[in-house]
């Protein structure tokens, strides 16, 4: 398995990015497309397309985050799911980024709980950290079981999304960017 990664500006598949992020994220865990396209242009954002020989298989979203990443979003196509593209890519960006974190949504549901394993037996460990955003909970969770999570590290990964303050307006309007508090989580 040889995947290559595209950056969306060089891709020729910007329609199918589209259209995985689109049917891959419920409305609330999703940016405006035009703004994750924006955002592109700064230096700290990685939006690429997944490639295995010219074949499309799915997209990841990264925000530098001065010292760690954040996986901002990962999707495989549907018919790709269960094939080990997205195993391969966590270890790929494991390899590249060394410590990366990711929200994952905490709903209890049957394919929640899956998403998490699946983070899980792919080199992610638990930080029991948890917040809400946009009426959606979340926990965190961590490439680097030693790397402090912090409400100040949530806030980089979106004000590390772009220069712009018209930008940064505009996503304080839609995600939680100032004020994240951690909340306590029954286990």
Same mark, same amino acid.
């Given at each position: ?76 196509? *549907? ?7 997205? =195993? $391969?890519?966590? #270890?790929? %960006? /494991?390899? @590249? ?57 949530? *806030? ?7 220069? =712009? $303050?018209?930008? #940064?307006? %505009? /996503?304080? @309007? ?14």
């Amino acid at each position: 398995m040889n995947l290559t990664y595209i950056d969306y500006y060089k891709s020729s598949y910007k329609n199918n990015m589209k259209k995985l992020y689109i049917n891959s994220f419920i409305k609330e865990e999703r940016f405006p497309f035009w703004i994750l396209k924006s955002c592109i242009k700064n230096k700290n954002i990685h939006f690429n397309a997944i490639l295995e020989n010219k074949s499309f298989i799915g997209i990841y979203y990264l925000v530098n985050c001065d010292n760690s990443v954040y996986l901002m979003y990962l999707a495989i196509e *549907k018919d790709k799911r269960g094939k080990k593209y997205g =195993s $391969k890519v966590l #270890k790929n %960006l /494991i390899k @590249k980024y060394k410590t990366i974190f990711l929200s994952i949504e905490k709903n209890n549901s049957i394919e929640s709980n899956k998403r998490k394993q699946f983070y899980l037996k792919n080199g992610f460990y638990e930080t029991n950290k948890f917040y809400i955003d946009n009426g959606v909970s979340y926990e965190v969770l961590c490439t680097a079981k030693n790397y402090k999570i912090t409400e100040d590290v949530l *806030k980089k990964r979106y004000s590390n999304m772009t220069n =712009s $303050k018209i930008i #940064k307006f %505009l /996503i304080s @309007k839609i995600f939680n960017t100032n004020n994240i508090t951690f909340i306590n989580e029954k286990r």
